[in-house]
């Protein structure tokens, strides 16, 4: 089971990190960086915080951009196309074949990351000072990563029922959503019961991923406590678990 899943990961990372797309998506973001460092040399005594405002942007924006365009075309591209099938009909499981896409696109994601971040942090150092180069950033860049994560098997889960495009409909939905509902349930307060109900439903139900979104608390050096930390990891192991479980229901019931 491990090996099958470790040769499907590794492939699909190759795979992945082959696509022009996303080198061009990478170049865009170091862009991004160049632009910032501009934009903070003309500003007054705000070049510290627009410099690494539009830093985390770059990442975020780009690495949502990428994660999404890898998972939603993960099974759905694969099966269209017919190349899932030599796979499959082998004594691999469904469910191995799932993990193995999930794992090599989150080795996609930590590289790009990685990359991106080296960047980001030496273009900080140089440009403000390594004394902004602290804990709270770097957790920042971590949570940054769990959510692309999280997002990644969200993917999974809509990959493995529908086609690319739909898929990306449907992520890009319910990642506005799981940013939107902890504001939408702190506005709602005083609206009726059955309303504050539907809307407390859909906080719990949808990943919350507002819960890795440390980039502000970044700029001022708030770091979260140590147990913060451990329970948004487990929150994002969790969600990561539970969807790719239901992608797997969803993708027995596809009929190859």
Not at 34 to 61: E, N, P, T, V, Y
Not at 84 to 102: C, E, H, N
Not at 158 to 187: D, E, K, Q
Not at 201 to 221: C, M, Q, S, T, W
Request: charged residues 10%.
């Amino acid at each position: 089971m491990l090996n099958s899943i470790r040769v499907i990961a590794l492939n699909t990372y190759k795979e992945s990190i082959r696509d022009r797309i996303l080198l061009v998506l990478v170049v865009f973001s170091i862009l991004l960086f160049g632009a910032s460092l501009f934009l903070g040399s003309i500003s007054l005594d705000q070049d510290s915080k627009i410099i690494i405002d539009m830093g985390f942007f770059g990442i975020f924006f780009f690495g949502v951009i990428i994660t999404i365009f890898l998972g939603s075309s993960a099974v759905s591209k694969e099966i269209e196309q017919k190349t899932a099938y030599p796979v499959l009909a082998r004594p691999i499981r469904r469910s191995w074949y799932l993990t193995g896409k999930f794992f090599g696109i989150a080795m996609t994601l930590f590289v790009l990351t990685l990359f991106m971040s080296l960047i980001f942090i030496v273009l900080v150092g140089l440009r403000t000072g390594w004394s902004n180069i602290d804990i709270a950033l770097t957790l920042a860049l971590f949570y940054t990563y769990l959510e692309f994560c999280v997002l990644s098997s969200l993917m999974l889960l809509f990959s493995s029922f529908s086609s690319a495009v739909m898929s990306a409909i449907y992520g890009i939905a319910f990642f506005l959503i799981g940013h939107s509902t902890p504001t939408i349930v702190s506005l709602i307060q005083t609206a009726p019961k059955f309303i504050r109900n539907v809307f407390l439903g859909i906080y719990y139900i949808f990943p919350n991923f507002e819960k890795f979104n440390l980039r502000n608390d970044a700029v001022y050096h708030i770091k979260p406590y140590t147990g913060e930390v451990f329970f948004t990891v487990g929150y994002a192991l969790l969600y990561c678990f539970i969807l790719l479980f239901l992608a797997n229901l969803a993708f027995k019931k596809q009929e190859l």
